[in-house]
């Protein structure tokens, strides 16, 4: 069985900075990528940054510069610096594996920035 658990999250006045982690425990194969996704209230979920098996990322463009995420074996980490008040949302971790098309979902963890 396959879980993910975030921590890291939590209150942050802007232009301050987290860093989440999600770890993975089971496989059902090879990790092919590792992926964090937002949810800003009332707004549809996001893709944040993706990380692959050989260590290419990308962000979505307003992240671009703030957020770093990395991965040391089966523990995905988002740095997030400079934060802003749009960055609040629930983050989730997701992992892809090769050769399938089901994938997994952590439970998500609150990140709110408000002064």
């Known amino acids: 069985q396959v879980q993910l658990v975030e921590s890291g999250g939590g209150l942050v006045q802007p232009g301050g900075s987290l860093r989440l982690s999600c770890a993975v425990s089971g496989s059902i194969g090879t990790i092919n990528a590792m992926v964090w996704y937002r949810r800003a209230p009332g707004k549809q979920r996001e893709l944040v940054a993706v990380i692959t098996s050989v260590g290419s990322t990308c962000y979505v463009a307003s992240v671009k510069g703030r957020f770093t995420v990395s991965r040391e074996n089966a523990v995905v980490y988002l740095q997030m610096n400079s934060l802003k008040q749009a960055d609040t949302g629930v983050y989730y971790c997701?992992?892809?594996?090769?050769?399938?098309?089901?994938?997994?979902w952590g439970q998500g963890i609150q990140v709110a920035v408000s002064s």
């Open positions: 997701n992992v892809r594996w090769v050769g399938f098309t089901e994938n997994h």
